[in-house]
């Protein structure tokens, strides 16, 4: 009987683009070489535009989705997406609290890539109480860091230094937190993964010149699904940026608004790769 593959949970939102949530979770995943499990948070109105409309399960619904497949396939590893009301959050907190030897992935989805708003403040609180200490990998983008990490008594117009961020982020009871800087005015992207100690490693990437829906998502579960393979924590930040950045640079536009990422960008590789060695000539049109 042949071995199945690691399993890895997703707790997201759908997205009727593909381009993130649950179905840019999956896609991931599976590339990656694992099974997604996925657990509905809500359902959303929303292109590669923007978001235009969210409706929010009831959380006796994802409470039920989630505890139906772990009591029937060992998971791995969890990651969590956009959630969509704090009695949502409450509710994933009680279900992955009974699962602490499984490590968790969170990307804090608190915006769109338009701007949109996707967790107000009541929802970033119960994040900060209920999840955060559970979680074993943050993956904010800078912007997201800055607005967790944020404290009363910080001036309202301050620029909050991204390593204190992560100070703060991690004395909030993460293990790691991998801070993006995708929206940092550099001339590459650098992206910094923090433990305890400091900084584990921080890497630069050329910054594409495209703007891309699903991006964070693509990361977060790439890291997860590393995480599932057995690997390090660094190993899995390192591994995950590659594939997020290769499937980025083979983005395409179907629509009006950003880029999405290709998360199968390899199997144009191995094409490519089988058609030369048959020796076919493939022009690109």
Excluded at 7 to 15: E, G
Excluded at 43 to 52: E, K, R
Excluded at 84 to 94: K, L
Excluded at 150 to 158: F, L, V
Aim: proline share 5%.
């Amino acid at each position: 009987m042949l071995q199945p593959p690691p399993i890895v949970l997703s707790f997201a939102a759908n997205d009727p683009s593909g381009g993130a949530g649950l179905q840019a979770d999956m896609l991931t995943i599976a590339s990656m070489g694992c099974h997604p499990l996925s657990i509905v948070t809500a359902i959303t109105v929303q292109d590669t535009v923007g978001v235009n409309d969210i409706l929010p399960l009831d959380p006796e619904w994802i409470t039920d989705q989630a505890r139906t497949v772990l009591e029937d396939m060992p998971v791995q590893v969890f990651k969590i997406g956009l959630l969509g009301s704090i009695e949502i959050i409450a509710a994933i907190a009680e279900v992955v609290s009974d699962y602490p030897h499984i490590p968790l992935v969170m990307d804090p989805v608190l915006i769109s890539g338009r701007g949109d708003e996707l967790a107000n403040e009541d929802m970033i609180d119960a994040m900060r109480e209920l999840l955060l200490p559970q979680v074993t990998l943050l993956t904010p983008n800078s912007l997201e860091a800055r607005h967790l990490a944020q404290r009363d008594s910080d001036h309202a117009d301050s620029k909050l230094d991204l390593n204190l961020c992560a100070k703060r982020l991690l004395k909030m009871g993460c293990e790691y937190v991998l801070i993006t800087g995708t929206h940092e005015n550099t001339a590459q992207v650098t992206n910094t993964l923090y433990g305890t100690q400091g900084v584990v490693r921080a890497d630069e990437w050329e910054r594409l010149e495209h703007t891309y829906h699903g991006s964070g998502c693509t990361l977060a579960s790439a890291v997860a699904a590393s995480l599932a393979h057995g690997s390090s924590m660094s190993d899995s930040v390192s591994e995950a940026q590659d594939f997020t950045w290769q499937a980025l640079r083979a983005g395409f536009r179907p629509g009006m608004g950003q880029h999405l990422p290709d998360r199968f960008f390899w199997v144009k590789s191995v094409d490519a790769e089988d058609a030369e060695s048959e020796g076919i000539v493939i022009e690109n049109s």
